[in-house]
């Protein structure tokens, strides 16, 4: 089988690295790249815990080929935190402790993130809906509904909540 | 791996280029347009091609254009795209409400219409929203392009009229009827990220007389494929979609309505929640067509 070499930018660094044709971008990601933080949770899109944006657009690494990659943007949860400081979205994640096991965190993360870029003053509807792709077995949700609109409202004080 | 895993990935720029790698690797390669569905069936084992070829990188795969009214959509557009469209949004608000249906904000990320029709989910939400607009599917292949009815394209669950070689291009979108409008609902047992138990979409004009000019109907899972009920648009013609219109055209659905037994519901709660489902789809397309004039 011949591998791939696959050129991409991940969060905003020029990237490459070779892959098999059928390779997830997820499997890439954590097993070619070293970025650990998007999870395989069911690894058939049901989950979130692997989401990622690509173009800017929020997807499950686990339903996108290593080789789609090409040319595109990566932006993963490891590109959060912008040096060393805890994004507010992470930070309400701690106060509300919307997080046990962590397994479903790095896709809320990069989920909630998008959804506040979109809609910096969504109400407690649309948080639930815009992450219902986002399995939590731990919390119950609303930890992380809460989080999720404190780190929005911190945001929009900031004026940051682009 | 096995030796069944995909031994190679190509991504044309072209149509042309994508009919000419379908036609080398013939039935060992699958077209890939969103991959929500085939990357799913790759990991269940499903599905075993050789080769993937990705039909994203083809501009007009991944277009939506308006040309004179009416609306040519990308087979590939991803529906978080192509649910925000303006003209999709005032013309076909029917069609956009299936489209930002289908599964969550990570799948509105990579789904499209084409992948929802050719993957022929008897339950795709919006293949009866593409009936009762009476949209066209514009195909290529080795013989050059076609266009065929929407209705013509899924022949049971899982299975296409579409022949070795051939993928969908574009779904095309005539102008709609004046004072007319559609809506699509579907009912699933929680709020959000599940599969249809049973849609309904309807698209209704209104003469100038106040009376219904022209009525369409078409039902999800309740038959191997979505369906048209031609009944039911009799039942709607020329009324003025009062209470015995819709009685009418609610017994028409259930009369045409042949659904199965399985985890999601069972015939005779299907047959019964189509009825009320077309009724209020009726309902919502109505009003919309009586703001729309």
Redesign the interface.
């Known amino acids: 089988m011949k591998r791939l070499h696959v050129q991409t930018r991940i969060n905003g660094e020029a990237a490459e690295f070779l892959c098999d044709p059928h390779q997830t971008l997820l499997d890439v990601l954590r097993n070619v790249v070293g970025l650990t933080g998007a999870k395989e949770g069911c690894g058939t899109g049901d989950c979130g815990a692997c989401s990622v944006l690509l173009d800017g657009r929020l997807v499950c690494a686990c339903l996108v080929l290593g080789a789609e990659a090409e040319g595109r943007a990566v932006a993963t949860v490891e590109g959060v935190a912008a040096e060393g400081r805890l994004h507010p979205l992470q930070q309400q994640l701690l106060v509300h402790a919307g997080l046990q096991c962590g397994v479903c965190t790095p896709g809320i993360v990069v989920a909630a993130k998008a959804l506040l870029e979109r809609n910096p003053d969504p109400s407690e509807r649309e948080v639930r809906f815009g992450l219902a792709g986002n399995l939590c077995r731990c919390t119950g949700y609303d930890k992380i509904v809460r989080a999720v609109l404190d780190a929005a409202a911190e945001l929009r004080e900031a004026g940051a909540g682009r | ?1 096995s030796d069944a ?5 190509e ?1 044309p720029s072209s149509v042309e280029g994508a009919v000419a790698l379908l036609a080398k690797h013939g039935a060992a390669a699958r077209v ?1 347009a ?3 569905d085939l ?2 069936q ?3 084992g499903g599905r075993h091609p050789r080769w ?1 070829v ?1 039909l ?1 990188r083809i501009p007009e795969l991944m277009q939506v254009r308006e040309a004179e009214g009416a609306l040519v959509i990308g087979a590939a557009v ?1 529906a ?1 795209e192509l649910r925000e469209h303006p003209a999709l949004l005032r013309r076909f608000p029917g069609l956009a409400e299936a489209t930002a249906l289908i ?8 789904a499209s219409l084409g992948g929802n029709l050719c993957n022929a989910s008897p339950a795709a939400d919006t293949t009866p929203a593409l009936l009762v607009n009476e949209a066209e599917v514009e195909i290529a292949g080795p013989g050059g392009r076609r266009r065929v009815p929407v209705a013509a394209l899924c022949t049971g669950p899982g299975r296409t009229s579409l022949a070795e070689g051939e993928f969908v291009v574009a779904l095309h979108l005539a102008p709609p009827l004046p004072r007319s409008a559609d809506a699509y609902l579907r009912l699933i047992p929680r ?3 599940d599969i249809a138990v049973v849609g309904a979409a309807v698209r209704l004009a209104q003469g100038p007389d106040g009376r219904c000019s022209a009525a369409r109907v078409a039902l999800g899972a309740v038959a191997p494929t979505a369906i048209r009920v031609p009944d039911a648009e009799a039942a709607l013609m020329g009324s003025r979609i009062d209470a015995a219109a819709l009685e009418r055209m609610t017994l028409a659905v259930r009369a045409a309505a042949r659904p199965i037994d399985d985890k999601r519901g069972t015939v005779a709660y299907r047959r019964q929640v189509i009825g009320v489902l077309a009724r209020r789809a009726a309902e919502r397309a109505c009003e919309r067509a009586r703001a729309a004039s």
């Open positions: 791996m895993s995909p031994h190679g990935f991504a890939l969103g991959g929500t990357l799913a790759l990991k269940s993937i990705d994203k991803p978080a599964g969550s904000e990570q799948i509105q990320g990579r709020s959000e990220m």
